[in-house]
């Protein structure tokens, strides 16, 4: 078996793109195949410089590794289309010679006129139905067309089914540019059967393309490979195919906002696949274990970056938990806040042993950590404001925080002992811990959110929490 993935560097790589590349690799890696990469940069208009080099990134940071490919090289070198132009030329000559090949002189604003007089009609444009008599013999230079031999075609799609369509669909497309390169029409079919590919695994954009290349395949004497269509990835309303203007991000831009690559991996390879079963988190082997063609759906998968996010903090609990924080600390670096380089990576490591249950990405560190590294601004609106305490007045408020100071101050600052005065606290004040908890809380942080109280006193340390609280004291007496 071998299967490949074969993206054009042509901008950044969004979520469509991957998930082409995760199915053909699972199921490569299942049986003991290859799984190809092969970059399609033949056009050139569109080329993004760097783009190649993202591309293999990101496969590298999801642990798809290809067996055959750029870097690695492999026995159908080279793996980039510009540098296979002879390759092409040489299958070209062979349609040549056998009469289902023409080189096309015909100028744009021709073809154009065609269109238009289609257009206004309201008949299909079909370039066949204005194929030139009298064509020259072809060289780089002239658009080199495929002649078309339009016939009923039937097909059978691992995912889609039993599929057949009329001649009206097959055309005479172009297989070689006016500039020497292939299209990706040809150059696709050429490649697949040069490199011995048994599965072509692809989006659904491609499946109204297929009866002209059944068309090609049949001209050229080629065995048509195992087809795979996948559905489309749908927006957030779950009506269109996901695109730039839904907000769509690049894979990459989610990984700069703290998505882990366990769980790219994991989500968009069941965003339109199942087991049949209701288990959510797989690991990288459990996916190729598990993974079948036949268990991909036909209709489309809507990707919903709630749930994505969701995953992803269970992937962040279950690694921190499985590699021990000191382990897994590596991966925070660059996502903290500014005010953290002061501190050290142990101090930070505290931190983040009280704080990671609560992250959905990494990058909510920058937001939800702040407070360790630097005074928080007083927002008095935030104690007055909050549900739990708006019914006490302002002297209230500050009779219960310097109750909290006198006990705080005399206990010993560690979880257990901070804990036991913090419940001492309540029988004295009589509060609630809704209500106690919160305005320490807020006074120590000033955030929406924050660890266990008697966590995030004890890694604030004595010194600090206890001139916060006396900050707020004075906010409050003043206001």
């Not at 690049?250 to 199942?274: H, I, K, Q």
């Not at 419940?423 to 924050?450: C, D, G, M, V, W």
Request: hydrophobic share 35%.
């Amino acid at each position: 078996m071998k299967t490949r993935f074969a993206p054009s560097p042509t901008g950044y790589i969004h979520i469509g793109n991957v998930r082409s590349a995760i199915y053909p690799y699972l199921l490569a890696k299942q049986k003991h195949g290859k799984f190809i990469l092969r970059i399609e940069d033949t056009d050139r208009e569109r080329y993004v410089e760097g783009a190649t080099e993202l591309i293999m990134d990101t496969l590298k940071w999801l642990g798809l590794d290809w067996d055959e490919g750029p870097v690695i090289g492999g026995p159908n070198a080279p793996y980039f289309q510009t540098e296979r132009k002879s390759i092409y030329h040489k299958w070209a000559q062979k349609l040549i010679a056998e009469g289902r090949a023409y080189a096309d002189p015909t100028a744009p604003d021709i073809i154009n006129k065609y269109r238009q007089e289609c257009t206004d009609k309201k008949i299909p444009f079909l370039y066949r139905n204005f194929r030139p008599t009298d064509t020259p013999e072809w060289h780089e230079g002239l658009p080199l067309r495929f002649k078309s031999d339009p016939k009923p075609r039937k097909w059978h799609d691992v995912v889609m089914g039993d599929l057949s369509v009329g001649s009206e669909v097959q055309d005479d497309i172009i297989l070689i540019k006016k500039d020497g390169l292939p299209t990706y029409n040809f150059a696709h079919i050429v490649d697949d059967a040069e490199m011995d590919v048994t599965h072509v695994i692809r989006g659904a954009e491609y499946l109204s393309s297929v009866p002209n290349y059944l068309a090609l395949y049949e001209a050229l004497g080629l065995e048509v490979p195992i087809l795979v269509t996948l559905p489309h990835i749908l927006g957030p309303t779950g009506n269109k195919k996901l695109s730039k203007r839904d907000g769509a991000k690049s894979v990459v831009d989610y990984r700069d906002d703290g998505v882990l690559p366990e769980t790219m991996l994991n989500y968009l390879a069941c965003l339109g696949w199942n087991d049949g079963t209701e288990q959510e988190i797989y690991t990288h082997d459990e996916l190729i274990e598990r993974f079948s063609l036949e268990r991909i759906q036909t209709s489309g998968a809507r990707f919903d970056e709630t749930k994505l996010l969701w995953l992803n903090g269970q992937w962040l609990r279950r690694l921190v938990e499985e590699q021990g924080i000191a382990q897994f600390y590596p991966r925070t670096e660059g996502f903290w806040p500014d005010s953290a380089k002061a501190y050290d990576a142990k101090y930070r490591q505290k931190v983040f042993a009280i704080i990671y249950d609560r992250l959905k990405a990494l990058s909510d560190l920058r937001t939800m950590t702040s407070y360790f590294f630097e005074d928080p601004n007083i927002d008095l609106k935030l104690i007055i404001d909050n549900k739990f305490l708006k019914k006490f007045s302002e002297n209230e408020l500050v009779d219960f925080l310097q109750q909290s100071v006198a006990k705080l101050q005399g206990t010993d600052w560690d979880e257990k002992s901070l804990q036991s005065a913090l419940n001492q606290l309540l029988e004295t004040t009589t509060l609630k811990p809704a209500e106690l908890f919160s305005l320490i809380r807020i006074a120590l942080s000033y955030a929406p959110f924050s660890p266990a109280l008697n966590l995030t006193l004890a890694t604030l340390g004595r010194e600090t929490s206890l001139a916060r609280l006396n900050s707020t004291i004075t906010a409050l007496a003043n206001a």
